[in-house]
């Protein structure tokens, strides 16, 4: 490759560079119309802000154009500009020659020169931008942090509509600023917030709570405080009255409630107005942002085996089984764990014996969606057919079952299923004749 030495720029050119060396007062707009420049060195609280701590700390979605390196589309840190007048991260053109690409990333040039110029311009923009905008942050952060304190001692003494006025501004705090979550539970603002639960809460005020409580870190003492059964009730009663977004909020509060093993209680959850209630979120079609949180807790409840006949009687299992077909694939798997732990329990067994859309859903999702899921639809299907083998079993060949076995038989599956989807095709075989069994075994029923 030739080699030689471009003529020298005092201002380090390339990728929008400029011959300006004035101090840059409005940024956003330097960078609208293209305006490169020099700047002061950025200091905030007495240290000097890097650069690379900025832009992971700030995580923009948003950065301007001029800022990103075309190779890894992230900010550059260390711009250089090569003989074409194109810049890039000085890290990432130099892993692009080191593949033996000697040409320039955007234009697809040839190099003649692979100098690499400082665009020390460009740095100094770049350092400037983000410094504005993380000063920007961490004086909104201390600003939210004393608003918080300001806002516990307000709620300590308001009532009434000053009272929801004071937890909507303090909510609207907490979800937008990690200080401001910190300083509430720092200053002891979960046991306070936590108090308004009870059984006269009303669903304005309970709400509220909620959506506060959803967005701190809980101790296990504070769970403790709010796995009383007055506080549970109230939150299952704005689960039952709230907007999307409060019955969402409730049911992360249950889970989290949920994720302290060795002090939950049953009877805490054994609620019908709490079931009916994650069943009412689950067949909202008009919100399916509700479908995933609701069915993760209702797997979670579904572990305690006190409480699977009561979801069975509330009619779970054909509302579940009439949703699978318009759930998203990790909906569904959350579905069919749910229908399989039902199936343990005798009235569960008999509910999806009942339900004639039972085996034919389930054979349809064999090898359709993950292994998993097809796992949980054999184990429901064994469970049927065992349970009424002659019956279940003609009505599951005739479904195009022992095709869907064969082919998980043969598949990448792992061992244990393979095993599994073998009883179960033996099961099939010994309770239909063999004519009917062969001819239901053609493969093309399952291609179709």
């Known amino acids: 490759m030739p080699m030689f030495q471009p003529r020298r720029k005092d201002s380090g050119g390339g990728g929008g560079g400029g011959d300006g060396d004035g101090y840059i007062l409005d940024v956003e707009s330097a960078v609208k119309d ?43 840190q260390d711009p250089v500009t090569l003989c074409t007048g194109q810049t890039y991260e000085r890290s990432n053109i130099l892993k692009w020659f080191s593949l033996g690409h000697y040409t320039c990333p955007t234009t697809m040039q040839e190099l003649w020169d692979d100098t690499l110029t400082p665009n020390t311009t460009l740095h100094h923009l770049t350092h400037t931008w983000f410094s504005h905008k ?36 303090l909510q609207r705090v907490v979800a937008n600023h990690s200080t401001a979550r910190k300083t ?31 967005n701190l870190s809980l101790t296990s003492e504070a769970k403790m405080s709010l796995m009383q059964p007055a506080k549970v009730s109230s939150v299952v009663d704005v689960l039952n009255e709230g907007s999307i977004e409060t019955k969402i909020n409730c049911v992360r509060l249950i889970e989290m ?56 009687s509330i009619g779970a299992i054909p509302h579940l089984l009439e949703l ?11 579905a069919l764990s749910v ?27 064999l090898m359709r ?46 061992p244990a299923l393979k095993q599994r989807a073998a009883e179960l095709l033996k099961l099939c075989s010994l309770n239909c004749s063999d004519t009917i069994f062969i001819s239901k075994c053609k493969l093309t029923r399952t291609i179709q």
């Not at 420049?37 to 832009?55: N, R, T, W």
């Not at 920007?136 to 003494?157: C, P």
């Not at 720092?186 to 917030?193: K, N, Q, S, T, W």
């Open 34 to 76: 293209g305006v490169l420049g020099g700047g002061a060195v950025a200091v905030y609280g007495g240290e000097k802000l890097d650069l690379k701590k900025m832009i992971e700390e700030l995580n923009l979605c948003e950065v301007p154009s001029v800022f990103i390196c075309p190779i890894s589309l992230e900010p550059m």
């Open 134 to 169: 993380y000063v920007q942050m961490k004086k909104r952060s201390e600003d939210a942090e004393g608003r918080a304190s300001e806002l516990l001692a307000d709620l300590k003494r308001v009532k009434g509509q000053a009272r929801v006025q004071t937890l909507k501004e």
């Open 184 to 214: 509430v539970v720092d200053e002891g603002g979960v046991a306070l917030v936590s108090s308004l639960l009870g059984p006269f809460t009303s669903y304005a005020i309970g709400s509220e709570v909620v959506a506060i409580l959803v």
């Open 257 to 312: 409630l949920m994720e302290e093993e060795n002090d939950f209680r049953t009877e805490l959850v054994s609620s019908h107005s709490l079931l009916v209630a994650l069943m009412r979120l689950v067949r909202n079609k008009r919100h399916p942002n509700g479908h995933l949180p609701a069915l993760a807790l209702l797997k979670s409840i579904s572990t305690l085996k006190e409480v699977r006949s009561l979801i069975v």
């Open 324 to 334: 699978i077909p318009v759930l998203n694939p990790e909906c569904v798997e959350l």
């Open 339 to 365: 229908l399989d732990t039902l199936s343990s329990v005798p009235q569960g067994k008999q509910a999806l014996k009942d339900c004639s859309n039972t085996i034919p859903t389930m054979v349809k999702l």
């Open 369 to 414: 969606i993950t292994e998993c899921c097809t796992d949980y639809a054999i184990s429901i299907l064994c469970s049927v057919c065992n349970l009424s083998p002659q019956e279940c079993s003609l009505r599951a060949v005739d479904a195009g079952l022992a095709a869907k076995l064969l082919l998980v038989i043969q598949s990448g599956c792992s």
